[in-house]
């Protein structure tokens, strides 16, 4: 069922996905990115990639949250703000974790997984 645009469930919605995404990207920068840094070769790059991608997400999240939810900025900010999320989802599932998969021991693999599963 889609919320209506302008709706106080629409919002809510919008509030539930941006603090999802916080806590996602907060458990990156703490865990993932010197995981990345430390196994994967060209990893300060990468990792350097991957925060910039947040830096964009956060500033798209900003200016959603600060748009009227009934107005169409709000429909076209939310729209680029999914658009940019499942590229970098994308993008890590394709290139970044086999890379970090190949280069990290198996044990830190775990714990990194239950930090980031925790977090």
């Known amino acids: 069922r889609a919320a209506r645009p302008g709706g106080a469930e629409r919002t809510a919605l919008v509030e539930r996905a941006a603090a999802a995404?916080?806590?996602h990207a907060v458990a990156e920068k703490a865990w993932l990115y010197p995981a990345v840094r430390r196994y994967v070769p060209d990893g300060d790059d990468r990792?350097?990639?991957e925060?910039?991608?947040h830096r964009e997400v956060e500033e798209l999240l900003a200016s959603l949250t600060a748009a009227n939810p009934a107005g169409e900025e709000f429909t076209e900010l939310l729209v680029a703000v999914v658009a940019r999320v499942t590229r970098q989802f994308v993008?890590?599932?394709?290139?970044?974790f086999p890379r970090l998969e190949a280069g990290c021991p198996q044990e830190v693999l775990r714990d990194l997984g239950d930090r980031?599963?925790?977090?």
Do not use: G, I, N
Request: without cysteine; glycine residues 0%; proline residues 0%.
């Open 91 to 96: 993008e890590q599932e394709q290139t970044l």
């Open 21 to 23: 995404l916080v806590r």
């Open 47 to 49: 990792a350097e990639r």
């Open 51 to 53: 925060l910039r991608a």
């Open 116 to 119: 980031v599963r925790a977090t």
